[in-house]
């Protein structure tokens, strides 16, 4: 008998993905949650924030398929079944989507948006210093397929780019750094630094005090990746003492961002909710449904997570 997918989301995006999902496999059964009907039927997980437990209820699951990039929302689960493969979302146009995110934050920071936002709001025509794209060293925290892309398109517009992974790597000519001594390294040159690193045991309150003592005065920083990297009250003490000068944040250890959080008011923060790469169904599915696929076919599966790593 063919198995079922069960579909664990947002109650909303459930109208936008079954059509999609039905439209290029019509002979994929997809159960909505919390409809899960006879667990047995269910082989295929496509889920984000799963209840815990929900993915162990699912006796003949034979494949965990994250609707994002990132794996943390699933991987936190004390009964997550360790033998079933759990494979996250790579899809290019995800990966466009953060590129320009970050390009746009990296180009406002390093043309004094900010400065002239809060000028104008008091009627002030000053000029401010501007160095050139190759005066402005950025640092990016993560060197996979969002920090690679990242990279590539600020070297591009001719920043001095450097990036961080756990192994040494090398792509497009792009300057890599490993490791604790590569963080300092990479840190002390960032005038911006950018997180693009998946949540893990290790990665976790990476942007803490420690890491912005290391950065240039008046380094600025943007979190894209995951809340629990920051340690907040250590950003608005750096903030207070202008050795960080300003931040972006699109992720917060509370989604959405509680109202009265000193963030929403911070003159030197800016806020956006969660949408740096916002996963679009209409990308997404023909590759969850290709993942699918290959594991009917027995073929390798691509963009399979390692849960001992974490990512
Ligand atoms: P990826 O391809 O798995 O790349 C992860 C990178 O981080 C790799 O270069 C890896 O090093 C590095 N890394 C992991 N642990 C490390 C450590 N302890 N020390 C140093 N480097 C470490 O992931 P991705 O697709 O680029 O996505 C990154 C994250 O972005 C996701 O996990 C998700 O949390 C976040 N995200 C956010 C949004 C949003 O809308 N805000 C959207 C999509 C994704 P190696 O190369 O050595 O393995
Ligand atoms: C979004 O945050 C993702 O992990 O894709």
Known sequence: MAMALLFRSSVDSEARWKPQLNQLMPGLEVRVWP???????????????????????????KLILSLGAGVDHILCDPHLPHHVPIVRLVDPYMTAAMSEYVVLQVLRLHRHDLDYRAQQSEGIWRELEQKNATERSVGILGFGALGQDA????????????????????????????????????????EIVVCLLPLTAETEGILSRRTFARLPRGAVVVNAARGRHLVEQDLL????????????????RDEPLPSGHPFWRHPHIVVTPHIAAATNPSTAAPIILDTIRRFEEGRPLLNRVDPARGY
């Open 35 to 61: 409809g899960v009907g006879d667990p047995a039927d269910i082989g295929y997980a496509l889920v984000w924030r799963p209840e815990p437990g929900l993915l162990a209820s699912l006796p003949n699951l």
């Open 237 to 252: 003490a750096a903030l207070a003492s202008g050795h960080v000068s300003a931040a972006v944040l699109d992720v917060f």
């Open 151 to 190: 990279g590539r398109k600020l070297k591009g517009l001719g920043f001095d780019v450097a990036l961080w992974s756990r192994s040494e790597k090398r792509a497009d000519g792009l300057l890599g750094y490993a490791g604790g001594a590569g963080l300092e390294a990479l840190l002390r040159r960032s």
